[in-house]
């Protein structure tokens, strides 16, 4: 079964900038539709950008125009750029197909704070 690796989380300071990574077992882009996910504390996980195997995206209004996911070449890893980054996406992120049928991965943790 395909598993997913996130990396790329830490702590940045508001307006700062971060590189998500989701590693897959194999080439996960030809396959499925992929989304980058993400739950903070007493809220529920909720999708906020996702990207079809044939390169189209999609976004939540709260990161739209700030966030870009893309994968690459080999379509084995899915990347979310995120940019001028608000203490509202203080959260732990997660990569999975869209919709969901993979198990979760460990997740990363990216907190926004001065």
Excluded: H
């Amino acid at each position: 079964q395909l598993q997913l690796v996130e990396s790329g989380g830490g702590l940045v300071q508001p307006g700062g900038s971060l590189r998500l990574s989701c590693a897959a077992s194999g080439s996960i882009l030809v396959v499925f539709d992929m989304g980058w996910y993400r739950q903070a504390p007493g809220k529920q996980r909720e999708l906020v950008a996702s990207i079809t195997s044939g390169g189209s995206t999609n976004y939540a209004d709260s990161v739209k125009g700030r966030f870009t996911i893309s994968g690459n070449n080999a379509k084995t890893t899915v990347y979310l750029q995120m940019n001028s980054l608000l203490p509202e996406d203080t959260a732990t992120y997660y990569c999975n197909t869209n919709p969901i049928q993979l198990p979760w991965g460990q997740g990363t943790q990216v907190t926004v704070s001065s």
